[in-house]
């Protein structure tokens, strides 16, 4: 008995204060989660400063000592980004406090879990202190050897105060900025115009940077060149192409410009089948393809046969890097080359001075000139090179002194042509702040080329959490902030704006992304798995961005530490593989999907820090959206656009996703949602959703829908697709109630549908408003929306009393009528009388079926940039005073021909609208349709 008690003593002495470090160490873990988030942000600004140490270290051993040492605290900054977010996740999942409230065994585990955390922090630290000890002491001695020299080796720091500037600069290069090729133009216009009736393969060769799409652009959209063709069509190659892909992006091409949609067979087709296709919509044509960025020796083996020659005066034109790819070419009929060469030095100076001195108005600075004079001469006549200089010092101070360090730093390579372009593009990476560097690489996951919308890009950016929360701002509206910077920088091009100047959509150069790819390595950001290269998947490996429907590349990979994962080529996946994405990528917090077939993991219950989760299925139906998508609880963003479900109805497990931000929807039915739907209150998106399920007869549930949608206070954009008329009142209820809402989109179930919404209090931030059906009169609500800026109204019977509301709207940019085709009292004259819609830059008249004179008053439609006539019957000219306006574009749908041919360039009478208006687009939709586009 004694040795027992002795033994019970001997245990407790020992065991009594093992339990106390035990105890102390999960008490303090809320304190070690806060102090490691603010050790992480330290960390990434000391990884940033090693990168760049690394890039500047001549010494190659020791810059692979550097870059083995930055691994290791890239590795165990994943870790505690790990840790913060497991710890955060199960505190979410319990009680406030591990004690009473909590039941016995809950309490258990609780405490568990915190003593898990509590020793993994000890790990961490420990393995942090050792590497930046070594780091550190390393960087004081480079900090104090570039101080010895930085008169003359100093690249330029980023001056924090100045980045706030970036917000002033230009939004984005204009292509009608960009100078040096009217030579080349004139030269590649002749080519394609000449009336040889064999078809002919144009190329323009030259290095990448060298501005060879931009050229190729210039000459596709000129009007002179596209009234010779009946189509004309892009097509984007990159280094890596499928041969099915480029036949299907023609056909479908061609569709649109049809205004058809393209049938279903399409996306099944393969071989044979495909290239028939392409003949068939080819044969009777007179075409214009462009084919961008060729890489391959082989595609025109490709695309030969599809390219059918049919004695019409067919053009193929292609860009590519290689004379030996252009050179490919030669077994057409009849080819010409054009070697591009670089910028003249005047011509590379005043595009210099476009982007650098912008808010000068193009001005080099006295000061400036000698220097600015030294720094172009550096980029060699190079356009990239050029553009991404006069980026980066736009943001400068226009210090002498600063910018002499600058150009002494651009020493680059004479042997390697690219060694320019690189040398700057670091330049411009390093400058970065250390959020803006993950978003900018983060176009890394993006293929080559690939054009991204702008809110799925920042939507993944505030999932993967480079978006740095600041009071009295949404993080769409930061993230949208870095998105211009990054553009200002011109590091990123835009592809597409809106009406008030917001970037739509956006892509890097491709040496832009060939610079982001070889960033990769040295930081694990991401690793591309294409059909053709080799990979291997590390403990860091943090981003997966697949192209590959290869089941032997996919079986292998699998990490648990890997955050995003994007499919974004359409191929198909491996079913087997998408089913074990949920057990073996338990930490994503990104994951898109597109596949030709494909299936949403029915069990999605393991994916707890998922917060993006986008899903595209083209060609085949998906029978439903499985019941686990509730148990997504930390899910942001639910992007189903462009996916076909065979039930429409959305399960009602969604409304367990209290932090859902943005639904995408594709016509889906909230019926099932009726009774928790109010309760997302985080919701600001909720887009393209139906209020029922188009066979239910019971109107008092889609009343109750309607009514929760009210409870939704955070919304910025409504869009509601099919909706029948008897629901107007209930809609408008509920809308009236959503302060926040900028955009809002109702589409009727046919087109006779009254969308007669009664907004007494219309939500004072609406920017954007489209109702698709009729309406009895106008919605007089709408003359009272101060931020309105597009406008598509319902079709409506009195628009003479529309414009006199709408035309001294201070806002309005964009503005979209439709007649009543059956309406009795017809409207045959339309007035713009002076002083009307001086801010518009936008107008669309369209189904005026009586309409037979449009008069524009000298005063009228002073900002006006495009018009619109889209099916007026009876107008056989165009509007009385249309040469007061200043236009860059007229766009005429389906007009009469007599109106066409009046303006015919060669021909009309009324040609000499060409020498005012810059692009005039001519299209019929038709069955009996004109050639092209002028």
């Known amino acids: 008995m004694c040795d027992c008690n002795a033994a019970l003593a001997c245990a407790r002495d020992h065991l009594l204060p093992l339990l106390k470090v035990a105890f102390n160490m999960i008490r303090g873990v809320p304190k070690e989660i806060a102090d490691l988030k603010d050790e992480l942000e330290s960390m990434e600004d000391f990884i940033s400063n090693e990168d760049r140490f690394a890039d500047e270290e001549e010494d190659k051993k020791r810059s692979d000592a550097i870059k083995a040492r930055m691994k290791k605290l890239i590795e165990a900054s994943f870790d505690i ?175 649109k410009q049809q205004g058809k949609d393209p049938p279903q067979s399409i996306y099944e087709m393969n071989g044979e089948p495909l290239i028939d296709e392409v003949i068939k919509q080819l044969q009777q044509k007179r075409y214009f393809v462009v084919f961008d960025d060729v890489w391959n020796l082989n595609i025109w083996n490709d695309i030969e046969f599809a390219m059918i020659d049919n004695l019409n005066g067919s053009k193929v034109l292609i860009t590519t890097r290689k004379m030996n790819v252009a050179n490919s070419f030669k077994r057409s009929s009849f080819v010409e080359v054009h070697e591009l060469q670089g910028l003249t030095e005047e011509k590379s100076l005043e595009l210099f001075n476009k982007k650098a001195f912008h808010n000068l108005s193009g001005c080099c600075p006295q000061n400036l000139i000698d220097i600015s004079s030294k720094i172009v001469k550096k980029c060699k006549g190079l356009p990239l090179a050029i553009v991404v200089t006069g980026g980066l010092l736009s943001c400068k101070d226009r210090n002498p002194t600063e910018w002499y360090k600058f150009s002494e730093n651009i020493n680059a390579d004479q042997s390697n042509e690219y060694s320019i372009i690189r040398k700057i593009l670091g330049f411009s990476y390093h400058d970065l702040p250390y959020y803006l560097k993950s978003c900018f690489l983060y176009f890394g996951l993006y293929p080559e080329d690939y054009i991204v919308r702008s809110k799925t890009l920042t939507r993944q950016w505030i999932a993967e959490g480079f978006v740095k929360e600041e009071r009295g701002r949404t993080l769409e509206d930061i993230a949208k902030g870095y998105l211009i910077e990054l553009v200002n920088r011109s590091l990123v091009h835009v592809v597409s704006i809106s009406i008030d100047g917001r970037v739509k959509s956006c892509r890097v150069h491709d040496l832009v992304h060939a610079m982001i790819l070889e960033k990769y390595e040295d930081l694990s950001f991401c690793k591309n798995i294409t059909e053709d290269n080799q990979f291997s998947l590390t403990r860091v490996t943090r981003r997966l961005s697949m192209a590959t429907s290869s089941y032997n590349l996919m079986e292998g990979i699998e990490s648990s530490h890997v955050r995003s994962l994007l499919v974004l080529e359409p191929n198909t996946l491996p079913k087997s593989f998408v089913r074990a994405i949920p057990a073996k990528y338990r930490r994503l917090k990104v994951l898109a999907l597109s596949s030709k077939q494909l299936e949403i993991p029915h069990d999605l219950g393991s994916l707890n820090h998922l917060k993006f989760f986008g899903f595209r299925v083209i060609g085949e139906k998906y029978s439903e959206l499985p019941k686990s998508i509730g148990m997504l609880v930390n899910l942001e963003t639910l992007d189903l656009r462009s996916t076909e479900f065979e039930n429409r109805n959305m399960p009602k497990e969604v409304c367990k996703l209290r932090k859902l931000r943005h639904f995408l929807g594709d016509s889906l039915s909230l019926i099932h949602l009726k009774d928790g739907i109010g309760g997302m209150t985080s919701l600001q998106t909720l887009s393209k959703v139906k209020l029922d399920d188009g066979e239910d007869e019971n109107d008092n549930r889609v009343v109750e829908l309607i009514i929760e949608l009210g409870k939704l206070t955070q919304l910025r954009e409504l869009g509601l697709v099919v909706v029948s008329g008897k629901y107007m009142s209930a809609i408008s209820s509920s809308i009236n109630k959503m302060h926040e809402l900028e955009r809002l989109h109702i589409f009727g179930i046919k087109l006779d549908i009254f969308i007669d919404l009664d907004l007494n209090s219309p939500p004072p931030r609406l920017e954007r408003v489209k109702l698709f059906g009729y309406s009895n009169k106008f919605p007089e609500w709408i003359s009272k929306l101060q931020n309105l800026v597009k406008l598509d109204l319902p079709r409506l019977k009195e628009v003479n009393d529309a414009m006199k509301l709408l035309q001294s709207m201070p806002n309005l940019l964009s503005l979209h009528i439709s007649g009543v085709p059956d309406y009795e009292d017809k409207l045959e004259r339309l007035h713009f009388e002076d002083g009307w819609f001086m801010n518009l830059k936008e107008l669309y008249l369209r189904d005026f079926c009586s309409l037979s004179n449009i008069l524009i008053d000298e005063g009228a439609l002073g900002s006006l940039k495009k018009l619109t006539l889209w099916y007026i019957p009876l107008l056989m000219t165009l509007p009385t005073g249309i040469q007061h306006l200043k236009l860059d574009v007229l766009s005429l749908v389906d007009m009469k021909r007599k109106l066409v041919r009046s303006i015919d360039p060669d021909e009309g009478e009324k040609h000499l609208i060409f020498k005012q208006v810059p692009s005039i687009e001519i299209f019929f939709t038709t069955i009996d349709r004109a050639r092209g586009v002028y």
């Open 81 to 255: 980004e790990d840790v913060i977010d497991d710890y955060i996740f199960h505190e979410e999942q319990q009680a406030p406090d591990p004690g009473c409230a909590a039941g016995a065994t809950n309490c258990v585990k609780t405490m568990a879990h915190r003593l898990q955390i509590a020793y993994t922090i000890q790990n961490i630290k420990s393995r942090m202190s050792e590497i930046k000890d070594t780091s550190e002491k390393d960087q004081a001695f480079r900090l104090q050897s570039s101080s010895d020299k930085a008169s003359s080796s100093s690249a330029p720091n980023i001056n924090n105060s100045l980045f706030q500037n970036l917000r002033q600069a230009p939004f984005h290069m204009n292509e009608a900025d960009v100078v040096g090729f009217e030579e080349p133009k004139r030269i590649l216009f002749n080519w394609l115009v000449r009336g040889r009736v064999e078809r002919a393969v144009v190329s323009i060769v030259g290095m990448g940077g060298q501005g060879k799409t931009t050229l190729a652009k210039k000459v596709f959209e000129n009007i002179k060149v596209l009234k010779q063709f009946d189509c004309h069509v892009w097509i984007t190659v990159s280094q890596s192409y499928s041969k099915e892909k480029l036949l299907r992006d023609i056909l479908l091409e061609i569709y």
